[in-house]
Each structure stands twice: as structure tokens, then as C-alpha cells.
């Protein structure tokens, strides 16, 4: 089964998906962080020996550190009765806390419109706000409107 593409997707379908079977629908999630066994770390470095090695010229230092394996979150909704299956895979920390916000929500009993996912206030566009008429009108007389803040007083200072 493919992934779905995107978080908002996954969820209005799961949503729509949970309404139309709450008693058979299943929501999983699987963690997974991959993890280098002694025997495969070993020969990676054997191989990274070889190749610096079998290289006679150096064009840039390679580094010998392994980089951080990356940890992924992967949802199923599955329903077996229909057979459908929605899944969506992520490893970015940010779109976690929003599927796991949403399905808390709909485990709940929520539905796709109170989840805010689609419709009129999912996408706003961002505008502009309009100028205030103060900087309006100290801009064209060149001072500060009337009533405002003049200038600091003097007062008793050390004498």
C-alpha cells in the first residue's frame, strides 16, 4: 500500500475513514530506530578501510564517524473489513506532535470538521495589516499629533 503524501491528508482520511466504520477501523503506529549490530559495524568499517586504501589520491578527508541514524514514525489506519489501508511515514519531530494531536482527537470521537484540517480557516492567507492613522498624520505634518508624548522633562538631578 502506498504512503500517503502528506499529514493533512492522512488524517482527513483516517477521519473520514474512522467515521464511516468507528467499530472495525484500526489505528497503529510503529517507531522505529535503526540500530548498527556489532558484526555490521565492523564490516562498514572494514569497507571504509578498503576504500581509503584502494584511493591513492585525496580528494576531500573522508569522515570515519557514522552519521546519527535517523528514527521514523510510521501510522496505519486499516479497516479488514473494506480491506482499505492509509498509511504515512515521517521522521520530523514537528509533524508527530500534529498527527498525535489529531488522532487523539479523533480517537476521541471527533469529526473531520472539528479537527480544522480543511475548509474556510485551514489555509489563511497572510496579509498586510493596514496603517495606523497616527503614522499617517505624523508622517505628512512632520510631527507628532496632538496629545501624544513630547519631549522627557527635566527634573531634579544631582546638583
Do not use: W
Not at 125 to 147: F, I, L, N, R, Y
Request: proline letters at 7%.
Amino acid at each position: 500500500m502506498p504512503y500517503l503524501p502528506t499529514t493533512q491528508a492522512f488524517l482527513e482520511q483516517s477521519a473520514l475513514l474512522l467515521e464511516a466504520y468507528p467499530e472495525t477501523t484500526r489505528i497503529t503506529t510503529k517507531y522505529s530506530f535503526p540500530t548498527e549490530r556489532r558484526a555490521q559495524q565492523h564490516k562498514r568499517e572494514k569497507s571504509l578501510a578498503k576504500k581509503q586504501a584502494s584511493s591513492t589520491t585525496e580528494t576531500a578527508p573522508t569522515d570515519s564517524t557514522p552519521s546519527a541514524p535517523i528514527a521514523s514514525l510510521t501510522l496505519k489506519t486499516y479497516n479488514p473489513a473494506t480491506g482499505v489501508c492509509l498509511k504515512y511515514r515521517t521522521n520530523k519531530l514537528q509533524e508527530v506532535s500534529r498527527l498525535m494531536t489529531g488522532l487523539g482527537k479523533l480517537a476521541g470521537g471527533a469529526d473531520v470538521a472539528s479537527l480544522g484540517l480543511s475548509g474556510p480557516g485551514a489555509d489563511v492567507e497572510m496579509v498586510d495589516a493596514p496603517a495606523a492613522e497616527e503614522e499617517v498624520v505624523q508622517t505628512q505634518s512632520g510631527k507628532a499629533p496632538a496629545g501624544g508624548k513630547g519631549k522627557k522633562k527635566g527634573g531634579k538631578g544631582k546638583r
